[in-house]
């Protein structure tokens, strides 16, 4: 089966120190491979995503993801957090011959001031 | 431009009753899905539309559960005599093409539907 997990379920970080929200994958093929964000009471807003070539993918609101063949891993990253980064992100795959996403549990961003 | 639209944002229903969830794409856009986020079981694909083909329909829980699109455009989601397990956020998404893997989707704000 193919699938993405996220194993935090939350992550706190204090404001100005650098983010990681963790994403694995098990997919058959060439991973296609998304991030979204959603605030409350928001629907999902896309960030970045890999397809093929440079593994280091920088996206909206200055977030960026390395892909990692060897380790099956699609790991969110900023350098510097804000507090209005806090939101729930959800990492996705789309699997091979399948149109429809594929959605991590979701991992809650906290972000202290 | 304009984004994926959905009405109502919010519906409070009693079991038993029928619903029906709308979903306006981006104009263009030739591909568009429904999905559910609810407590228990995440985020999951319900149905998919791609131009006049037939819809993917793996996603459907149960025979309760319908979805059309007219003129390739307006989608609408039905839920015939409604459960409490169907309380969830429905979420619409449209991608511009051919529903190439590497296309992006674009979500709505979702109907957060309570069935009471």
């Known amino acids: 089966a193919q699938s993405v997990a996220q194993p935090e379920d939350q992550v706190n970080v204090a404001e100005g120190n650098p983010l990681t929200v963790k994403c694995t994958y098990s997919?058959?093929?060439?991973?296609?491979l998304f991030w979204y964000v959603q605030y409350p009471n928001r629907g999902l807003q896309f960030l970045l995503k890999?397809?093929?070539?440079?593994?280091l993918v920088k996206g909206s609101y200055g977030f960026e993801a390395e892909f990692n063949k060897s380790q099956t891993s699609f790991h969110l990253k900023k350098p510097s957090a804000l507090v209005s980064d806090s939101a729930l992100y959800f990492c996705?795959?789309?699997?091979?011959?399948?149109?429809?996403?594929?959605f991590g549990s979701g991992t809650r961003l906290q972000v202290q001031p | 431009g304009a984004g994926v639209s959905q009405s109502p944002s919010n519906k409070v229903t009693e079991k038993g009753k029928d619903v029906e969830l709308r979903c306006d794409p981006i104009?263009?856009?030739?591909?568009l899905y429904w999905y559910r986020q609810s407590l228990g079981q995440g985020l999951e694909f319900l149905i998919y539309?791609?131009?006049?083909?037939?819809?993917?329909k793996s996603g459907l829980p149960s025979d309760r559960f319908s979805a059309e699109r007219t003129g390739g455009s307006v989608s609408t989601l039905t839920i015939q005599r409604t459960q409490q397990e169907d309380s969830a956020v429905y979420l619409c998404?449209?991608?511009?093409?051919?529903?190439?893997?590497?296309?992006?989707?674009?979500f709505g704000p979702g109907t957060r539907l309570l069935v009471l």
């Open positions: 890999y397809i093929t070539g440079d593994n």
């Open positions: 998404a449209s991608s511009p093409r051919t529903g190439d893997p590497q296309e992006t989707q674009y």
């Open positions: 104009s263009g856009h030739t591909a």
């Open positions: 997919v058959s093929g060439n991973p296609y």
């Open positions: 539309f791609q131009g006049n083909s037939a819809p993917d």
């Open positions: 996705a795959v789309r699997p091979t011959g399948r149109r429809a996403l594929t």
